[in-house]
């Protein structure tokens, strides 16, 4: 099931930088405190029985309390997929480059179970991957979503055209641009170009192509790929400044979560 990728964590203490994802994320915390972070809500606490909807795009940071653990779930949905979904219950949903959509909490103990209830069985083993496929369309659109709405973000029209033709170079290139490269290139001043990827993004430029930068790699280490051969094909340094980032961004290890997907892909090739 490439359009869906969830994981569980127990009692971690891991802690993440502000990062996004190209992919509708719902989150649900099983034990413990944390605190929610996004430019664009500011900062919530939130606690056991907690439904966290982070939409693509949306910067955003969730950690544990100083010095305490917590459990949580992250399923994180592939928004081609979701936005047909979505289109057959006759629900509009739209998929840009830029965030439409405010992260949203739910402290409902309905939806809390009902999204439990999913991901226990995706994880599964003796059930087989058309029945889970079924249960996460039949999940989606019969008892999460109907009950979930998210509100529209206020887009800043300023430069959105210089801003938009900054997000498609910068996807398109292998080498990390510095704020003198953008503003060369949009002929924007480097403040304005701070501000703009600030104001949409929540994140600072070099932050956002990092961010970037690791959302690409998650997609090669799926692939199998070579973590040295493609540290140095994503633009790093080395290979232990790119490992770094990805640790930072996603709580694991490359090697580790490269293991986990091979693990899948055996499991499913099995059934």
């Not at 203490?13 to 996004?38: E, L």
């Not at 001043?189 to 701070?194: E, P």
Request: glycine share 4%; with cysteine.
């Amino acid at each position: 099931m490439p359009y869906v990728e969830t994981r569980r964590a127990c009692d971690s203490r891991a802690c993440y930088k502000a990062h996004s994802h190209p992919s509708f994320s719902i989150g649900a915390v099983d034990g413990g405190k944390s605190i929610f972070n996004s430019h664009f809500v500011g900062t919530q606490p939130i606690e056991s029985g907690t439904l966290v909807l982070i939409p693509a795009h949306v910067e955003h940071s969730c950690n544990p309390e100083p010095n305490q653990a917590w459990s949580y779930q992250m399923m994180h949905l592939d928004m081609q997929w979701l936005k047909h979904l979505l289109e057959e219950i006759v629900q509009d949903f739209r998929c840009d480059a830029i965030p439409q959509y405010q992260s949203k909490l739910y402290k409902s103990e309905q939806l809390y179970r009902n999204f439990s209830h999913l991901n226990r069985n995706l994880f599964d083993h003796s059930i087989s991957y058309s029945q889970k496929e079924q249960l996460l369309i039949q999940t989606l659109t019969a008892l999460l979503f109907p009950n979930l709405h998210l509100d529209s973000l206020v887009i800043n029209r300023y430069a959105q055209q210089e801003f938009q033709q900054l997000l498609r170079e910068i996807g398109t290139s292998e080498a990390l641009f510095s704020l003198q490269d953008l503003s060369e290139q949009s002929g924007l001043s480097r403040y304005a170009i701070i501000r703009l990827f600030k104001t949409n993004l929540g994140l600072t430029p070099h932050a956002y192509q990092l961010n970037l930068k690791i959302n690409q790699a998650r997609k090669l280490l799926k692939q199998g790929k070579d973590i040295a051969e493609m540290s140095y094909q994503l633009g790093f340094s080395d290979q232990s400044h790119f490992q770094r980032v990805f640790k930072q961004l996603t709580g694991t290890t490359p090697k580790f979560y490269q293991k986990q997907h091979h693990r899948a892909i055996l499991y499913k090739n099995s059934i």
